[in-house]
């Protein structure tokens, strides 16, 4: 499960990190853009990570489940999006809280199919 | 599986508190004065369509759809109604006031009820567009048939460079 785990989750992550890292070095963009968009990364990330859960033999009905995930999972990107493009229109005035709320978004929407992947026992 | 999902609800609500709480302190450590950065209003997208009625002297009502314009052009809107028409009664800059009080965001149609004096306007054109015998041969010039000349050259398919160039 380990394995199964380290491929689905850990190296999309892993991947993200070295991304931003790379982004942070090489772009003009400040601490705060380059979490926003790493955040984004997150949430578009996890829908893939969702595309384990239908190879995933003991959930039953991994289908429904996995497609309800699927759409949980685009829900919270889309809401990632909506921070991101209308922050002045929720009365977000400081750039430190939608970077921080993005974020906040991604991570839930990385962790939710990981825990039940490991939940499920996936192989 | 409902028990599962809200463990993963919870574990996922729990790990991105912790992951930010971690990544706020380090940042506040780091780089305290990134925190006071605002969103510039700027990075709002906005979109306006501006449509422009005049009501002339004759009745005549010309429509003009100005281009889609952003917050950063305000220059090039008052470019395009200067450009486009000459006021008596109302200057540019009072349309310009009247386009910018408009909500962001919204496509809105604003009606500029205004008269314009037909012989005025007829003048106006008069100036804006000359005839072909004026660009020819202007007021002043002693030989009134250089244009006649230029065209028949023109339509031989000699190029005349120098006095192409005097006829424009």
Redo the contacts between chains.
């Keep these: 499960m380990g394995l199964f785990i380290l491929s689905a989750v850990g190296l999309p992550f892993l991947a993200i990190v070295f991304f931003t890292i790379l982004e942070a070095a090489f772009s003009t963009a400040g601490i705060w853009g380059i979490l926003s968009k790493a955040g984004l990364d997150l949430c578009r990330v996890s829908i893939g990570i969702v595309g384990a859960m239908f190879l995933d033999i003991p959930i039953r009905a991994a289908g429904t489940v996995a497609a309800a995930v699927l759409m949980m999972e685009v829900i919270l990107a889309a809401g990632a999006m909506l921070v991101d493009r209308r922050a002045i229109d929720l009365r977000i005035a400081r750039q430190s809280t939608r970077a921080f709320g993005i974020l906040a978004l991604g991570i839930i929407s990385m962790v939710i199919p990981a825990v039940l992947i490991v939940l499920n026992g996936g192989h | 599986?409902a028990i599962?999902?809200l463990?993963?609800?919870a574990?996922?609500?729990g790990?991105?508190?912790l992951?930010?709480l971690v990544?706020?302190l380090s940042?506040k450590a780091f780089?305290p004065n990134?925190?006071?950065?605002?969103?510039s209003?700027s990075?709002?997208?906005v979109e306006r369509q501006a449509t422009v009625r005049i009501h002339l002297a004759d009745r005549a009502p010309a429509l003009v759809r100005l281009p889609t314009l952003t917050e950063k052009q305000p220059e090039k809107l008052q470019q395009a109604i200067f450009d486009t028409f000459t006021l008596s009664d109302i200057s540019g800059t009072q349309i310009a006031a009247l386009l910018n009080s408009s909500a962001q965001g919204a496509r809105r149609t604003v009606v500029i009820e205004t008269t314009i004096p037909k012989a005025a306007k007829e003048k106006e054109e008069k100036k804006r567009v000359p005839s072909v015998e004026e660009i020819l041969s202007p007021p002043g010039q002693s030989t009134p048939n250089l244009g006649t000349t230029v065209l028949k050259k023109s339509s031989l398919g000699v190029p005349n460079e120098a006095l192409c160039g005097s006829a424009r």
Excluded at chain 2, 34 to 39: G, Q, V
Aim: hydrophobic fraction near 60%; aromatic fraction near 8%.
């Design positions: 599986m599962n999902f463990i993963a609800l574990t996922a609500l790990s991105a508190t992951i930010l990544l706020r940042l780089a990134a925190f006071k950065e605002m969103i209003t990075e709002k997208p």
